[in-house]
């Protein structure tokens, strides 16, 4: 099981994983994903943090 955080201004907005059982280099089998927030200034960063310790290719 892989975890990871929605981050929005540097802020946890939501939390998600993601189950790696069977997967494989080959068959990674990515998964969309959406996050509806509204910006409240000019500028909003928008990023992605993994909290889960892994290896190449996410093992």
Same mark, same amino acid.
């Given at each position: ?9 540097? &802020? ?8 790696? !059982?069977?997967?494989? +280099? %080959?068959?990674?089998?990515?998964? /969309?994903? &959406? ?8 500028? !909003?960063?928008?990023? +992605? %943090?993994?909290?889960?310790?892994? /290896?190449?290719?996410?093992?």
């Amino acid at each position: 099981m892989k975890t990871g955080q929605v981050l929005i201004d540097g &802020q946890n907005f939501q939390d998600f994983s993601f189950d790696t !059982t069977g997967k494989t +280099f %080959a068959r990674m089998g990515y998964v /969309g994903r &959406q996050v509806t927030f509204v910006a409240t200034g000019a500028s !909003t960063s928008l990023s +992605f %943090a993994s909290t889960t310790a892994s /290896g190449a290719y996410g093992r």
